[in-house]
């Protein structure tokens, strides 16, 4: 996706934030843990031209963001694309795609990205996959802000 983005102008990232957290109950069967086991979490806001478009969140069991999934925790405003896409041994899930309801953790990053648009019909879509190596998960999930359609249907520039 950011390869596509930057085709549309300038992708900037800015990190909302990066914790560790118990695992919520939504997220936890694609990923094959347990509702509470513990997480470490990035959170990020994707601005094409300086306007948001895509707030992500992406989350790994605290002992994989020591080890197999380490450089996730030295991304700062660097795409997680950068550590995902050139090595094989690295194998993506089909999408989850859904509407983002006020009870989904994406929900609550859109929140304290402060990107949550106003008004009626204003449904915010995401996606979720999984990625995984020697075993362990990184679940990355994507919502995709009113901007970033308006984005996508403007002609790529030159």
Known sequence: MTQGLRRQGTVRIHVIDEFPAL?????APTMHALSGD???VREICMSIN???AVVARSLTPL???RSVWHAMRRLRTRPLADILYHDPAIVRSVFECCIVKPSLPIHKTVRR???LPEGP???LLARRSVFW???QPLQVTECFLPSFWTQSLIEPKA
């Open 113 to 115: 990205a402060a990107q």
């Open 50 to 52: 300086n306007t948001a």
């Open 23 to 27: 695992v919520s109950s939504d997220e």
């Open 121 to 123: 019909g204003c449904a």
């Open 38 to 40: 513990l997480m470490w």
């Open 63 to 65: 002992n994989a963001s």
């Open 133 to 135: 190596k020697n075993n």
